[in-house]
């Protein structure tokens, strides 16, 4: 989906620094902002560790666990009366998980030796 620049390295760093940040500006309570913070900034950290190791296939697979925790946060710690934080983690969980997705066949085009082969 993305090309071989690794773009979804930086959107990733990017995401998960919104993430993190995102209490500064929004109305949260204690829980909400932890979730927010330390998922975000892993999310980030699987974005820097792709970027410079990019055929470290675990850390796709954890930026998209770390996605759908973040989707999951607002229920499981009990913050959805914070409607910014709660869409915050919803969107952002949903944009991590498509980034981490589309990682994965770039990782494994360039781990193989190219595209798929033709047969004549």
């Known amino acids: 989906?993305?090309?071989?620049?690794?773009?979804?390295?930086?959107?990733?760093?990017?995401?998960?620094?919104?993430?993190?940040?995102?209490p500064l500006w929004l109305n949260t309570n204690e829980v909400a902002t932890w979730s927010l913070v330390v998922l975000g900034v892993l999310v980030a950290l699987c974005g820097i560790v792709q970027s410079v190791r990019p055929t470290m296939a675990a850390a796709d697979y954890a930026m998209g666990l770390f996605g759908v925790l973040l989707f999951l946060s607002p229920w499981v710690m009990d913050y959805t009366a914070y409607n910014g934080a709660s869409w915050t983690a919803w969107v952002v969980g949903v944009l991590t998980v498509v980034v981490a997705v589309a990682a994965l066949p770039a990782m494994n085009t360039r781990m193989h030796g190219g595209g798929l082969a033709t047969h004549h």
């Open 1 to 22: 989906m993305f090309s071989d620049s690794r773009m979804q390295d930086y959107v990733a760093v990017v995401l998960g620094a919104f993430a993190a940040l995102s």
